[in-house]
């Protein structure tokens, strides 16, 4: 499990994984305020970056999802660097993202408006899904995570110029 270290949805995916025996990374921020390193990440994978770029490489670099809870301008900057490497075909393995809580990003988000004034595709709405409930995202996680990095016939589908590699080679989480 990997998050941005902090309290609140990230100090609960942590302490999610940590409780579960698994080890749990943060990718820290220094910030004038708030930001702290919650209690749930392993010691020896607790980074802080000085600077967002490379904290969002590193998120980017390892993720194979993404999902996006309510927050402000750091996770809409973080949410959209993602969706544009998707869009824009940078990474080399593909990412299922997942906002979750339709209402509130519905209220704040006017994709449509995009759409409508070309600034993106309608193609472009569905880099990513949208929902409410755990279940709803677990299903989505669990169906997105099994076809494109568990099931060797997918990954031919999504890369098909992509030599097959071994699930467990470290080249899996490369960008192009």
């Known amino acids: 499990m990997i998050t941005g270290g902090g309290p609140g949805i990230m100090e609960a995916a942590n302490r999610g994984a940590f409780e579960a025996g698994g080890k749990t990374i943060g990718l820290n ?33 390892l993720a194979k999802a993404l999902v996006v809870f309510p927050g402000g301008f750091g996770t809409l900057d973080e949410m959209f660097e993602v969706l544009t490497l998707v869009q824009t075909e940078k990474l080399a393995k593909k990412i299922s993202i997942v906002v979750y809580g339709s209402a509130y990003w519905n209220s704040i988000l006017n994709l449509d408006m995009l759409v409508e004034k070309g600034a993106i595709s309608v193609h472009d709405r569905t880099l990513f899904q949208m929902a409410d409930t755990p279940a709803e995202a677990f299903e989505i996680l669990k169906t997105d ?21 071994p699930l467990l080679n470290p080249d899996i989480t490369g960008t192009r």
Do not use: C, G
């Open 145 to 165: 995570l099994t076809r494109y990095h568990l099931d060797p016939e997918a990954r031919r589908q999504v890369h098909p110029n992509v030599e097959e590699e």
């Open 29 to 61: 921020i220094r910030l004038p305020f708030e930001q702290a390193p919650n209690p749930y990440i392993t010691p020896s994978l607790n980074f802080e970056f000085h600077y967002f770029f490379m904290r969002k490489y590193w998120f980017a670099y």
